[in-house]
T-cell receptor, first 111, second 112 residues
Framework: DADVTQTPRNRITKTGKRIMLECSQT?????MYWYRQDPGLGLQLIYY???????NKGEISDGYSVSRQAQAKFSLSLESAIPNQTALYFC??????????FGPGTRLTVL | KQEVTQIPAALSVPEGENLVLNCSFT??????LQWFRQDPGKGLTSLLL?????REQTSGRLNASLDKSSGRSTLYIAASQPGDSATYLC???????????FGPGTRLSVLP
């Protein structure tokens, strides 16, 4: 089984809808991250968490919120989706050495 | 602000060639540098992680080097194969555990 899983894998929604993307990990890492990737661009950090009580904004957090329900679970929400949030979203964890492990991604389309 | 660039943006080579991918970063104060492989529409797979105190790491046909003072890293792929076709990204860890900055990637095609 994959170490980092994401659900759903694909989602099409309409402008204004609330969307939640979920991430689970079995690596036992404290650190978890949400990124978005747009075609031709590098990954951009949305939010990161060091543990259940520690949530931090990344470089592009506007329009997004997160919840760290447990060490293994980190969810990303779009409160009111807009078309320019159409992108590929990745969850990742990292160990104490800084090596990152990525989930398979969620392809989100906002119409 | 840390910026990461990768040259070339795309590369096409015949099978069997040795090749070098380049990654440059503007601020030498990094904790580590990581190389990833990404297949189309898929997640990133970690290839090599180089800590800031290290000069290189090797895994199979892959060798990554790091020169912090010049802000450069190279990924050397020996005896390339069609299965190596993918996008290769580098990322630097700027603040411990907090901030990873990614390059835009190099899209590699290895032709049979």
């Amino acid at each position: 089984d994959a170490d980092v899983t994401q659900t759903p894998r694909n989602r099409i929604t309409k402008t204004g809808k609330r969307i939640m993307l979920e991430c689970s990990q079995t690596k036992g890492h404290d650190r978890m991250y949400w990124y978005r990737q747009d075609p031709g661009l590098g990954l951009q950090l949305i939010y990161y968490s060091f543990d259940v009580k520690d949530i931090n904004k990344g470089e592009i957090s506007d329009g997004y919120s997160v919840s760290r329900q447990a060490q293994a679970k980190f969810s990303l929400s779009l409160e009111s989706a807009i078309p320019n949030q159409t992108a590929l979203y990745f969850c990742a964890t990292s160990d104490d050495w800084g090596e990152q492990y990525f989930g398979p991604g969620t392809r989100l389309t906002v119409l | 602000k840390q910026e990461v660039t990768q040259i070339p943006a795309a590369l096409s080579v015949p099978e069997g060639e040795n090749l070098v991918l380049n990654c440059s970063f503007t601020d030498s104060a990094i904790y580590n540098l990581q190389w990833f492989r990404q297949d189309p529409g898929k997640g990133l797979t970690s290839l090599l992680l180089i800590q800031s105190s290290q000069r290189e790491q090797t895994s199979g046909r892959l060798n990554a080097s790091l020169d912090k003072s010049s802000g450069r890293s190279t990924l050397y792929i020996a005896a390339s194969q069609p299965g190596d076709s993918a996008t290769y990204l580098c990322a630097v860890e700027v603040n411990y555990g907090q901030n990873f900055v990614f390059g835009p990637g190099t899209r590699l095609s290895v032709l049979p």
